[in-house]
């Protein structure tokens, strides 16, 4: 199949790319560069032996994606671009919706426009809220976090809706849980601007000794070691978990959350994270931060029912493979 996607030389959209390639599929990328750089695709073409064509330019911008449809017939779009800081959104609502919402409604638009029959959209946990694990897909939406998962919830109602008014149109609502790690070839993985907000690249980057020490957010949670506990997915397992969905005979709007099943705290990450790269973590307990929740791990059956997909990797290889692509990274 033919594929556009959208923010395809960003962390998850990038390691989604060279699995489509591994898949056979035919892949066009676009990105503005906002968040990600162009020399991934290289790095895309030296692992999967393949040149992606690739336009830079801003999935806001309706003219120019007009013109990408105009040269290509898709046969699916895979929509990671967005904007994904939980603090950012926070600081800068307005900049959140326009990109997130507008984003998402001009490729659902094109996509209708253009008779594209599967639309697969990156979605996340967060559109739970503080609800209890394990979350499951039938669960209500949150009701009130922060503009980045009001924006993620807002586009599955629109892409939802937008599914019932076009019955051609097919979107599967992807809910990340929290994806790390790194291609095992060590040339892709996480870049974060600035400050990592994330714990994974935090923590390579006090590996690696450009930050000192890891502040752990809260120990007084009611967890099997008082820190906060997540359902982290290795990002090779999330890239392969897209492809079944595309691959997947869905009709409709499906909800499908991508996620081990398993919550691991901080702690043992720190600890998974020193045992197998052998290498000291240090770290201060300081106050929780605002917003966070205890615990969040998926219900996996859905995704093993209907995308006939499972999480393979462990946590060792999460681990391992955040650092071989930190350790490489100039
Ligand atoms: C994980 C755990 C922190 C950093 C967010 C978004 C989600 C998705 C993934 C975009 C928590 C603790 C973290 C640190 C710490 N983002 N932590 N010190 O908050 O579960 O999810 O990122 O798609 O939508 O909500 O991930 O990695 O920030 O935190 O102690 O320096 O690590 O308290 O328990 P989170 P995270």
Not at 102 to 124: C, E, W
Not at 299 to 328: C, G, Y
């Amino acid at each position: 199949m033919r594929i556009l996607v959208s923010g395809g030389l960003g962390f998850i959209g990038s390691h989604t790319v060279v699995e489509l390639l591994n898949h056979k599929h035919e892949v066009v990328i676009i990105d503005n560069l906002y968040n990600s750089q162009i020399s991934t695709l290289h790095k895309i073409e030296r692992i999967s032996g393949k040149k992606p064509a690739f336009y830079e330019l801003d999935a806001t911008d309706y003219e120019a994606l007009e013109n990408v449809f105009q040269s290509y017939d898709f046969d699916g779009i895979i929509h990671f671009a967005g904007y994904k800081a939980v603090g950012e959104s926070v600081r800068k609502p307005l900049e959140y919706y326009y990109n997130n919402l507008v984003s998402t409604i001009n490729l659902a638009k094109l996509a209708v426009i253009n008779q594209v029959p599967k639309f697969i959209f990156s979605s996340s946990a967060t559109v739970y809220g503080d609800g209890t694990s394990p979350f499951n897909e039938s669960m209500p939406l949150l009701e009130r976090t922060n503009p980045y998962g009001e924006t993620k919830a807002m586009s599955e109602r629109i892409l939802t809706d937008a599914t019932k008014a076009n019955p051609g149109l097919n979107v599967v609502l992807l809910r990340y849980f929290n994806p790390i790690g790194a291609h095992p070839s060590g040339l892709i993985g996480e870049v974060p601007n600035g400050i990592p907000n994330n714990l994974m690249p935090y923590v390579t980057q006090v590996a690696k000794g450009l930050r000192e020490k890891l502040n752990v957010f809260g120990n007084d949670y009611d967890t099997i070691d008082g820190t906060g506990v997540r359902d982290y997915i290795h990002v090779v397992d999330l890239a392969q978990g897209h492809v079944a969905a595309l691959e997947a005979n869905i009709s409709g709007v499906e909800a499908v959350n991508l996620g081990t099943g398993k919550g691991t705290s901080v702690l043992e990450i720190i600890q998974a994270f020193e045992q197998e790269n052998n290498i000291k973590i240090p770290y201060e307990i300081v106050s929780r931060r605002p917003g966070d929740i205890a615990v969040s791990y998926a219900d996996t059956t859905k995704a093993k029912n209907l995308l006939q997909w499972e999480a393979k990797l462990n946590i060792k290889d999460m681990v391992r493979d955040a650092w071989h692509f930190e350790s490489n990274l100039k």
